[in-house]
DNA sequence: TTGAAAGCGCTAACAG
DNA sequence: CTGTTAGCGCTTTCAA
C-alpha cells in the first residue's frame, strides 16, 4: 500500500507542492478556490503529512522525553500526569523512559533521545539523585545540554548549572517533624530510602536539624535505610520495633515505606496511632488508600511536572527561564499521627 | 552551534558519505584503517546520526506508541512496565499518551501518532472498552490500522478483526464468585465500573453465572456501578451498606474500588472478613499494601504489556501472529475475604 | 497567489 | 573496499 505524499495531493490538484504546503501550514495565503480543491483531496486521502520530513527540516520534533527510575511508584505518574497535560497544550508529544533505576538504561535512553532529536528532557531520579554522582556520569548529562535543553526534577548534578524544579524536601522533613513534637512525641525515628540518594540523605538531617532545635535527637537505632519500597518499609521497621525500646513515631522516607511501617506496626499488635504515629512523604493516592489514612507532606506533584515542561519550553523557545524553581511542600494531617494513649 | 552531519565527518576522514554510513551500520566491510580513523572522528565529535533521516528513508522509526487512560491507576503502569522491557530488548522506545478517558484525546493522539509515523500502536481502555463503541470511534481506528499495525489490550471493537491479547475477565470473576460460595457466602453483592464498559458488564454476567449455577441470584440492590476509583467504590459501598439487609460479601471491578469498599466497611463499623468479605480484581501492588491484604484476581499484568508488544513486532516484521492471545486470570487468596465469624 | 528548486541528514543501489 | 548519486517527504526562499 503506497503512502500517499504532498506529491500526490500536489498532481492531482494541479498545483505544485509548495502550494499543498501553504494550505497545510497556512503559512502564506492561497486563493480559496484552491485551498479548497486541495483540502477536498486531502480529505478524500486522508493524507497526513510526514513529521519526520517536516522535523527534519525545522530540526524540532514536537517530542520531549521523561526519564524515570519507575513508573510503578505512584509518585511519578502524578509527574508525569502534569507535565503531559501541559506538555499538550503546547503540541508536544511524550517519550517515557522507565529506567528501573539503572544507570546504563539511563545512558542508554540519553543517547536514543539525542539520535531521535527531541526537543528536550524531563530527568527524574536515578543518577540526579545521589549524593555522589560519578563524575562520568555526571559528565554525560552535562554534555547533552549542549545538544537538548534538559530540566532536572528532584534532583540535582554538582556544578552542572541545569534547570531544576524540586521540592524543598528538608522543609517538608521539618514540617513533619514539628508536627510530630506538637503532638508530644520525643522518641521519633526515621526509615526507608537508599542510603546513597540525596532524598533520603536530605531528610535526615533536616529531621535531626528540628530535632535538635527542641533538644532532641535521633538515635541511632531508630534510623535505619534500605530502599523505597512497601517491603522496605516493613523491614526496616520491623526491625525498630523488634528492639527493647520503641520509639513513639517514626518518619518515612515516602508513602510506599510508611504503608510498609503501617503493616510492621499492625503485625506487632500495635494501634495507630494510639501507639506509634507514622507519617510518609510525596501524599500519592496510595495515602489515602491505607487504613488509617496516612499523614504525609504532599509535594505538589502534578506541578512539578508541569513546570518542568513549562521550563523545557521557555529553553526551547529561547527565554531565559528561572534555573531554579523550589516548591514549598505542605503537610497533611490525617489519621496515621496523633497523640499517645 | 551548528551540529555535525556524517557529511563532516566523511571530509574529515577523506572518504564519502557512503563509507561513514557503513561503519556507522556495519552494512558491509570497510577497511580496517579507514574504519579505525572515521571511529575515531566520530567519537572526537561526539557525532550521533539524525534519527529523523534514516527514518525518512527506512521508514521505520523504532519507536511504539502506548495509548492509555489512566496512568495513575497502578494497572496501567504494570502494562507499561512488561511492555517497555520487551520494546526495549528490540530496539523500541515508547510514546506514552494519557488520554483520561476522553475520545477526542484518543482520537488527537491517534492522528499525531500517525504523523509521527510510529511503528505501532498499543491501545488500551477508553474506547475500546465501550459495550456500543460509536461507528465512528470505531471507524477511526480501523481505518488507521491500515498503515500502523495496532494492537488492542484487554478491549475489542466490534467486527474490527484487529489484534487482542487479553484476559478472561469472565473466567476471573467466576474464580472470585467460587471462591466466595466456597466460603460460604449466599449473599453476593458487585460493586464498580462505569456501567458502559465492558470490563464491567462482562464481570457482572460472569458473576451472576455462577451465582445462578449454585442455585442463587445478584440482587438488584446490590449491584451498583459507578467509577473506577476508590472514592467511587467507597460511595457505592456506603450506598449498600446503608440498606437494611447487606450482603454477606462484596466483589468488586477493580482493587481500587476494593479498596474503597473495605473503608466503607469500616466507616460502618464492619470487621473484614468477619462481617464482610471483599474481593477485588487486578493484583496491583495496591492489594498488599492495604489492610487487610486484598484477595483479588491477578491479570498477569505485565505480561499483557509483553505480549503486546511481542505481537507488534511480529506484525511490524510482516510474520502472522495469532490474532487473540487469552490469558487466564489466579484468584490470589488474602485476608480480605473468609468465612463470617 | 503560485511554481521551481534547493536542501534537511541519511541510506542504498550501482559502478568502479 | 569505496565513491557517486538518487531519493525519503517536506518547507522555504526566490522569482515570476
Redesign the interface.
Known sequence: ?K?ITIYDIAREANVSVATVSRVLNDTAPVKASTRETINKIIEKH?F??????R??LKKE?G?IAMILPD??N?FF??V??GA?NVA?EKGY??????TAGDYS?ESE?L???????VDGIIFLGGRINLTNCPPDLSQEVI?LT??VPIVLVNGNLPKSGLHRIYTDEAAGAALATQHLIDLGHKEIGFIGGMDETTTTQVKIKAVKMKLKEHGLGLRKEWLRTGDFS?QGGRNLMNQILDQEHRPTAVLCVND?TA?GA??AA?EHGLSIPGDISIVGFDDT??S????PELTTVSQNTNKLGELAVETLHQIINGSNPKKQIILKPELVVRSSSGTLV
Not at 497526513?48 to 520530513?53: I, S
Not at 508529544?93 to 522507565?98: A, D, E, G, I, Q
Request: aromatic share 14%; glycine share 0%; proline share 8%.
Open positions: 500500500m503512502t486522508q497526513q503529512p510526514n513529521a519526520l520530513a522535523s527534519l520534533t517530542t513508573i510503578t505512584p505518574p502524578e508525569f500526569w503531559e499538550r508529544s511524550f517519550f517515557l523512559c522507565n538504561r535512553y543517547s536514543i533521545l539525542r539520535e531521535k532529536r554534555e549542549r545538544h512497601v510506599f504503608i503501617i503493616k499492625f493516592p496510595l489515602t488508600a491505607v487504613i
